[in-house]
């Protein structure tokens, strides 16, 4: 339901690829609520999805950037307060990207030039991102950044490989800047830790159909929707949450707190 919880404010979505993302399902519902957006992906995902229409029906410009890049990072961020009419009040980072996994690279054995690679793109961006947009002075009092996280942070999931340690990194960088960001100019940062979703990305973890299968089971309201984890976006952007910053927020239907589960026995 659009109440206008985002009347007025403007941000920069990263990583809408396809209807599937969570990206693309939380652009949709920042517009919904009344915020202006730029959109961004790095130029092989442009190609390779079809932002432009997610673009067409938001009213959205596109501005391509390589999340690793200083220099995209800049003309991005430059950009997109001439676009949007000044500076941001939102940015969600919705990255990630495993070479080991892709080429699915067992986890004992992993290419570490490729793990490094991961890094990068998956976590050290964000960290990126939030030195531009503070170097820049580009965040409004009170703003909100967000990235998307898993559970995988802290506990095992062997298949998941070193994306499992990317979050952990991506989780600290959101605590350390989260300080910096808050003693600044108030801006709140947080990661969500979202249910098992059936994205492009996603779905390419070995194994992901049965996870996905066995987390709905275990948990109590079942896996959280990308549709979902876009409504919780548009709160964290909202000025309902000013006072939640550098947390890792659960956002899984309840699996976190689970132990066993009687009806996964029977799967």
Aim: charged share 20%.
């Amino acid at each position: 339901m659009a109440n206008g919880l985002l009347e007025g404010k403007v941000g920069i979505i990263f990583g809408a690829l396809d209807e599937k993302s969570i990206a693309w399902q939380t652009a949709l519902k920042c517009h919904e609520q009344g915020a202006k957006i730029v959109l961004t992906n790095a130029p092989v995902a442009l190609r390779m999805g079809g932002i432009q229409d997610l673009a067409d029906i938001i009213g959205a410009e596109v501005i391509p950037a390589d999340a690793t890049s200083m220099e995209d990072l800049d003309n991005l961020i430059v950009k997109s307060q001439e676009i949007l009419g000044g500076k941001l009040d939102f940015i969600l980072h919705s990255i990630g990207m495993s070479i080991n996994v892709r080429k699915k690279k067992e986890y004992t054995d992993l290419n570490h030039d490729w793990m490094l690679k991961t890094f990068d793109i998956s976590a050290i961006s964000f960290h990126k991102v939030m030195q531009t947009a503070m170097k820049l002075d580009a965040m409004n009092e009170w703003g909100s950044i967000v990235a998307l996280s898993y559970m995988a942070a802290q506990r095992v999931f062997p298949d998941y490989s070193e994306m499992a340690e990317s979050k952990a990194l991506l989780e600290s960088f959101a605590r350390s800047f989260g300080y910096h960001w808050g003693k600044k100019s108030k801006v709140r940062v947080n990661t969500i830790s979202q249910s098992p979703t059936m994205t492009t990305a996603g779905s390419g973890v070995k194994g992901f159909s049965d996870f996905y299968s066995y987390s709905d089971t275990m948990s109590p309201l079942g896996n959280a929707s990308s549709q979902a984890c876009a409504d919780y976006c548009v709160t964290l952007f909202s000025d309902l949450t000013r006072m939640v910053t550098m947390q890792n927020l659960l956002h899984d239907g309840g699996f976190s707190s689970m132990g066993m589960e009687p009806d996964v026995l029977s799967l």
